[in-house]
Every structure is written in C-alpha cells, then in structure tokens.
C-alpha cells in the first residue's frame, strides 16, 4: 500500500555531509512516523532518526548535532541531512514509515541507499 524510494546516498570524506531523501507514494494519508534506519556490514538495523506527522523529532545518540530530520506532509517526503560524516557513518539507510491500524502499525521500508564515508 505504501512505497519507499531512498535517494541522496554516495561516497563522501570524512568531515563531508549528504542529504537523503525519502519519497513515499501509495496510501501516504495513513502514515504516521517516518525516519531512517540503517545497518552497517556485521551490525544490526538501528534507528538513526525518526520523525511524527507533527514533527516529533527521535535521534541516536552518536548523531544528534550532526543529523537532521525533516519532513514534508503534503509531498510525503522525508529528508535526513547529515553533517561532519566520520566513517562509523558507512552503512546502508532505509526509510521507513509506520501506518496505525487499530492497536498495532504496519512497517514500509525503502529500498537502501549506499552511504560510505572516507577516512
């Protein structure tokens, strides 16, 4: 019902920044939370930022001051600028999104975007 497309990954030097993008199409009137994800090679998914339809902002602790949410409601976009990259940065990031239905949600995920950070 809903789709996921992640943009704005590369390679970029320590100390550089990127802009990801997430656009989402489908059923978006029924989505709720939006944010990022991402999994290093070895390492479990974590959250790196999520954001509420009201703007409610959720960060890692080892991005906040460097990453930045945002969202656009009406053109069911959500951004994730990311600042001073170090190379703990380097995984694949995921958008994902959450739709309420009743007394659980439903989870979209995006495809990935390759993010690797140069030392």
């Known amino acids: 019902q809903v789709e996921l497309v992640e943009s704005g990954g590369g390679l970029v030097q320590a100390g550089g920044a990127l802009r990801l993008s997430c656009a989402a199409s489908g059923s978006t009137y029924s989505i709720e939370g939006m944010g990022w994800y991402r999994q290093a090679p070895g390492k479990e998914r974590e959250l790196v930022a999520s954001?509420?339809?009201?703007?409610?902002?959720k960060y890692k602790d080892s991005v906040k001051g460097r990453f930045t949410v945002s969202r656009d409601n009406d053109k069911n976009m959500v951004y994730l600028q990311m600042n001073s990259l170090t190379p703990e940065d380097t995984a694949v990031y995921y958008c994902?999104?959450?739709?309420?239905?009743?007394?659980?949600?439903?989870?979209?995920w995006g495809q990935g975007t390759q993010v690797t950070v140069s030392s």
């Open positions: 954001i509420s339809r009201g703007g409610s902002e």
């Open positions: 994902h999104a959450d739709s309420p239905l009743g007394y659980y949600s439903i989870d979209y």
